[in-house]
């Protein structure tokens, strides 16, 4: 399984965001160490995809109020094998909104390790997940199966909502890193 593009992605992410090397060296133990990293069923931790899904005007958040954890989140998911984790972020964005999304930027938006609690016969572990920044091409979602609710957030109001120290974290690098410079990156 390629396991280079993501450590390059990592390299460069972890060179642009140097306070997060510690979370960067973390991701890179298990993508080196963990050959079924990409597996859902790999319970040392498991790579996933996510989407900062904002809308055309690029003013609003698309936040999932997720039906297995209960909580108010971006849309993502498992990588189910994939290692593109580009491509997992934007089919999981697609297939829990029924939005048509584009990519605003190649590079890796942000990157978290949170805890899943134990469900069922799966044993509590790691979300390595991996979140691009994308863009909907109309704000007309359907409500899937994968949440009980969705809801389109003003960006600067995201508390209303969610309380998550990640998602509030990509609020701040939304704010830094300015709609002008995620299409220039799309450009070279």
């Excluded at 900062?52 to 297995?68: G, I």
């Excluded at 609710?149 to 701040?172: F, G, H, Q």
Aim: charged share 30%; aromatic share 8%; net charge negative.
């Amino acid at each position: 399984m390629d396991r280079g593009k993501l450590l390059a992605a990592l390299d460069e992410y972890g060179n642009r965001y140097p306070q997060e090397m510690q979370t960067v060296n973390r991701f890179v133990e298990l993508v080196e160490g963990e050959p079924r990293c990409y597996e859902r069923d790999c319970w040392r931790g498991h790579v996933t995809g996510s989407a900062w899904l904002v809308d055309p005007a690029q003013e609003r958040l698309l936040l999932t109020h997720h039906k297995k954890l209960g909580i108010w989140v971006q849309l993502g998911g498992h990588s189910d094998g994939d290692p593109d984790t580009r491509a997992v972020a934007t089919r999981e964005a697609e297939e829990e909104s029924c939005l048509e999304v584009d990519l605003l930027d190649e590079r890796v938006f942000d990157i978290d390790i949170h805890t899943i609690p134990a469900r069922k016969s799966d044993p509590q572990h790691f979300h390595f997940d991996v979140r691009f920044a994308l863009v909907a091409r109309t704000t007309d979602f359907v409500v899937t199966s994968e949440s009980l609710e969705l809801e389109w957030v003003p960006i600067e109001r995201l508390e209303t909502r969610t309380k998550e120290a990640s998602i509030l974290r990509m609020r701040d690098k939304w704010g830094s890193v300015g709609e002008h410079n995620l299409h220039t990156s799309l450009d070279n």
